[in-house]
């Protein structure tokens, strides 16, 4: 009884000893499996910098993913228009004006690019204003499905401030929302130079679009088409995955910044 009892103990010991050790594994194994994450994010980081610092032609593609951070929902997210409304449920309201809402961290990188003369080129699906009121020279932006601040002249295609009050154009024109509705054409000028310049681009940057509304979602196929670098920052799945050369799922504020910041420096340009 007494060697059973000792042999019942030790197995005791050895079970905790065991258990113990498995559960240091776990926890090593954890920390070594988060530390080869960050680890290789930074190494994306930095790929990002370099690729943008060699480019000749930056192309950025924005969708409504880039706004969710000032605050705007967007369309096939977690919490997203499109799939809210597939689930029965009524969009979530909006607690501010759409004139109250600020550009944030992903627009001002965005507005980076342009100031160190590295975007030559901006096409977003965004209706929002986000981007001119970041400052972006509306030279190089394609705003293919309109801006809700904007009017469009049905005769001369010239865009003017809803603030301003106007019905008519100075041509004689009438003056209509900018907005594309579905069924609409797209803005003929805006995407043809959206095209012309996705097949001279040498770096892609699609920045918070799904990339499933066509034609708009044509332009990354057009780029590598003609032979540019695909990358992809976007929380949800898009059908160009398979093809990005980097793909990035963190939040657009974590990736374009630090992107930013170290492009700064390959430049020279120390802050």
Sequence with gaps: MKILTQLTTDYGRLTLTISKKERLEKEYSSRDLLYAMKEDFEKKIQTLAEWLYESRHLVVFTGAGISTESGLPDFRGPDGLWTRRD????????????????????????????????????????????????????????????????????????KVNKSNGMTMCQCGGKLVSSVVDFGQPLPEKDLKLSFEHSRKSDLFLVVGSSLVVTPAADMPLEALRFGAKLVIINKGDTPFDHSANLRFNEEIGEILPRAIKRLKRLMGLFE
């Design 87 to 158: 689930k029965g449920l009524a969009p979530k309201s909006l607690n501010r004006s759409w004139d109250s809402v600020e550009p944030n961290s992903g627009h001002i990188a965005i507005v980076d690019l342009q100031k160190m003369g590295k975007l030559k080129f901006l096409i977003s699906q965004n209706v929002d204003n986000l981007h001119l009121k970041s400052g972006i020279n509306p030279d190089l932006l394609a705003e293919l499905h309109g801006n809700m601040t904007k009017l469009r002249c049905t005769r001369c295609d010239k």
